[in-house]
């Protein structure tokens, strides 16, 4: 599976992004796509996933309820929308995907990541 990660920019702190990955390739071996960041600094971190199958979910303390994933099956895209923006947030985005199961903030269980979207957040 090859992934492409778009969408970042800058923003102000308050503001809204909606970040893409676009899934070639292998997509039905996928089980679950994921969001990772690396902030300066900073070892890379979960931030949130989504299951092909069941469409669970699950997100990051740091942004739950700020940050939404879902996944276009048609179009073979998963979208986090970032809303509320906080200048802490600022980083270099990946998208993941694995096809081994549910274990959605195991770095170590994905087996195919995308290149970075860096997204600043501005106070």
């Known amino acids: 599976v090859q992934l492409q990660a778009s969408g970042g920019g800058l923003v102000q702190a308050g503001g809204s992004l909606r970040l893409s990955c676009a899934a070639s390739g292998r997509t039905r071996s996928m089980y679950t796509v994921g969001w990772f960041r690396q902030r300066p600094g900073k070892e890379r971190e979960f931030v949130a996933a989504?299951?092909?199958?069941?469409?669970?979910?699950y997100y990051a303390d740091a942004v739950k309820g700020r940050f939404t994933i879902s996944g276009d099956n048609a179009k073979n895209t998963v979208y986090l929308q970032m809303n509320s923006l906080k200048p802490e947030d600022t980083a270099v985005y990946y998208c993941a995907a694995s096809y081994r199961g549910w274990s959605p903030d195991l770095i170590h269980e994905y087996d195919s990541w995308g290149q970075g979207t860096l997204v600043t957040v501005s106070s």
């Open positions: 989504v299951s092909g199958s069941a469409g669970s979910t």
